[in-house]
């Protein structure tokens, strides 16, 4: 399994950027996807989830309103639209997939994808 996040850069604040996270060697409309992020000395954070089917979703408090997490089962990718960035958001941002519903936690997914970079100028 191999899963590939792309679409990040740098954005000035209040800007839009959608990753995308595409998978082999599973088809991810049968897993939930979450998004996590992790900036410079500090833990991993959940972002945002997309269950089995693509009817559930769930986002942390933080991007709530601005970020959307939806699939694309034909090209077997989930994306991340991220609208109004603040610099806050600058992370290094992660795909993951889970066999279970509700992971915010990082322990819960499986495999994971290699990161891309999101930068937000203030």
């Known amino acids: 399994v191999q899963l590939q996040a792309s679409g990040g850069g740098l954005v000035q604040a209040g800007g839009s950027l959608r990753l995308s996270c595409a998978a082999s060697?599973?088809?991810?409309?049968?897993?939930?996807t979450g998004w996590f992020r992790q900036a410079p000395g500090k833990e991993r954070e959940f972002v945002a989830a997309?269950?089995?089917?693509?009817?559930?979703?769930r986002y942390a408090d933080s991007v709530k309103g601005r970020f959307t997490i939806s699939r694309d089962n034909a090209k077997n990718t989930v994306y991340l639209q991220m609208n109004s960035l603040k610099p806050e958001d600058t992370a290094v941002y992660y795909c993951?997939?889970?066999?279970?519903?509700?992971?915010?936690?990082?322990?819960?997914?499986?495999?994971w994808g290699q990161g891309t970079q999101v930068t937000v100028s203030s």
């Open positions: 993951a997939t889970a066999t279970t519903w509700l992971n915010t936690v990082s322990s819960g997914y499986d495999y």
């Open positions: 060697g599973r088809t991810l409309s049968s897993y939930a």
């Open positions: 997309i269950k089995w089917g693509g009817v559930s979703t």
